[in-house]
């Protein structure tokens, strides 16, 4: 089978500058003393997730985890080696994301939609679908400024998911939304699964990667350190956490 | 249009509808929660051809310009104001391409952190809701045109001249958009420049009255070497004047205006992925 998604040998690397110039006077003023330093968020990670495949990826906070779902999505560009993805993709990476809060909820739907190369009539026909997924209701025509954080996610999520993407990314916002939302959520990923999407989930939720994943995979300070059968890598990842707070509250005391 | 948008290869189909929703929502919260609306779009440019008419067609007594194949006898048309109105509507076109180049962009920077799509469909976007603004205008100016008795299918050269302002400000805006993400200086001083170079270019002056030489710089021949005063001449002829513009200028203020606009283009596309990057 091909892969949906193909990580060869990428690095990223942000540089960040400590108190930048905020304007040219500045800039000028200090040409040459100015303090830049280098991070690597991602060294040399490969990977390759089959098309039809869920893959859940997890880490610790800062272990780059969102940033290889942007490089994925296309957000940032990777310092170097090369992503492919194959299909629509369909990301879901922030609260409300790519959302405008000028715009009613129905405007919105219809601009993430030619964001995903998606026409104008394609987006009506699913409209119907979005709104009874997203249970916004007559909230669909009100600005999503006025919107409650919940309604933003259920949204976004509800777009995401209805326009039969190939690839969906999601960075850990299942978990936001009531219980009765969750389970339409999980509902919907096994649906997208019957369909052959290809899922690229990051959570820091054990229980949900064992539960929806078939492969997993593990990012330790912008490496990935291991990936495999989601019980193993999990539980491997718990005993390594485990481990590690030990330490520290071995070292405290 | 279906059909249309069906040959089109994904990546340019995608460009295209982003287009079509960033100027419908440009236009769309332009003149929110205003009473006139669009008629603003009128009133603006209206209250300028009024101001310096006032300054200098009555304080100065600037002679309008002579229309040598004028219809009428006297000559209705023949007013500093039309003559002016005629220039300004490419200058303000020019100006709020420029100007909202820099705003397009900051408008979708956060949005443009959660999501990829290609950030120049933005600009592009509200360009083109600038320039259905311009079209307005130009109605109006046709319509006095009309009345007054001095129109001529010249006329369609003004559109040609309206499209060659806006891509000669896209190519500027491109650059000084991303030079803005950066530095909010470039905002300020942009006001600055723009006014400075509202007068380089003959819209309320005639290019006989420039000098030949002033200061020891051949001022008449640095005045012409800009695209702008050649795409305002253009405007000129074509409903003032009603002359068809020379070949010449037609060809270089083309050439001029695309090059500008796919240099801008390049270089916006190189370094707007670096501008999402940014805290």
Not at chain 1, 246 to 253: E, G, I, K, P, S
């Amino acid at each position: 089978m091909e892969p949906a998604i193909v990580v060869d040998n990428i690095s990223k690397r942000f540089r960040l500058e400590f108190n930048p110039p905020s304007s040219i006077k500045e800039a000028v003023l200090r040409l040459g003393r100015r303090q830049k330093r280098d991070f690597w968020v991602l060294r040399d990670i490969s990977l390759n997730i089959e098309a039809g495949t869920f893959f859940g990826l997890t880490g610790h906070n800062g272990s780059g985890k969102s940033t290889l779902l942007r490089l994925i999505a296309g957000i940032h560009r990777p310092t170097s080696g090369v992503i492919r993805t194959k299909g629509r993709l369909s990301a879901l990476l922030e609260l409300g994301s790519g959302f405008h809060p000028d715009l009613t909820g129905r405007e919105n739907v219809y601009l993430n939609g030619a964001m995903l190369g998606l026409s104008r009539r394609y987006m009506s026909q699913a409209m119907d679908e979005i709104i009874e997924f997203s249970g916004i209701g007559d909230y669909i025509d009100a600005p999503v400024k006025i919107y409650s954080s919940g309604m933003y996610v259920r949204l976004g999520f509800a777009v995401a998911v209805n326009v039969s993407p190939q690839i969906l990314l999601v960075d850990e916002v299942v978990a936001v939304g009531d219980e009765k939302f969750q389970q339409k959520c999980l509902e919907q990923m096994n649906k997208l699964r019957e369909s052959g999407a290809t899922l690229l989930l990051v959570s820091h939720s054990a229980s949900l990667i064992r539960q929806l994943c078939d492969t997993a995979g593990w990012l330790d300070h912008g490496r990935l350190r291991k990936v495999g059968d989601p019980s193993a890598v999990m539980d491997e990842y718990q005993e390594y956490t485990a481990q590690t707070e030990d330490t520290v509250l071995t070292a405290r005391n | 249009m279906a059909d249309i948008s069906a040959k089109l290869t994904p990546a340019v189909r995608t460009s295209v509808t982003l287009i079509v929703n960033f100027a419908k929502r440009e236009t769309k919260t332009l003149y929110k929660r205003s009473i006139l609306g669009w008629l603003w779009s009128l009133i603006r440019p209206l209250s300028t051809v009024l101001i310096y008419s006032l300054v200098f067609g009555v304080i100065y007594r600037a002679a309008p310009p002579e229309i040598l194949n004028c219809k009428t006898e006297p000559c209705k048309a023949e007013s500093f104001a039309l003559y002016l109105f005629s220039g300004l509507v490419i200058w303000n076109l020019f100006t709020a391409v420029v100007t909202g180049s820099m705003q397009w962009l900051k408008g979708v920077n956060e949005l443009r952190k959660k999501v990829y799509f290609p950030t120049e469909t933005a600009i592009l976007g509200g360009a083109v809701s600038v320039f259905l603004q311009s079209l307005l205008e130009i109605l109006v100016l046709a319509a006095i045109m009309i009345i007054l008795g001095n129109i001529s299918w010249t006329f369609v050269y003004l559109l040609w001249a309206l499209v060659l302002a806006a891509m000669f400000g896209l190519g500027i805006g491109f650059v000084v958009s991303i030079f803005n993400a950066r530095y909010r200086d470039i905002e300020y001083l942009m006001g600055i420049l723009l006014n400075i170079a509202f007068f380089l270019v003959p819209i309320v002056f005639v290019p006989d009255m420039v000098p030949e030489e002033a200061y020891g710089l051949p001022v008449k021949a640095l005045m012409n070497l800009n695209p702008i005063t050649t795409i305002v001449g253009i405007s000129h002829d074509a409903v003032y004047f009603l002359n068809t513009p020379s070949i010449y200028d037609m060809i270089t203020s083309s050439a001029w205006a695309g090059a500008a606009f796919a240099v801008g283009l390049m270089y916006f596309r190189r370094r707007s992925m670096q501008i999402s990057e940014e805290p």
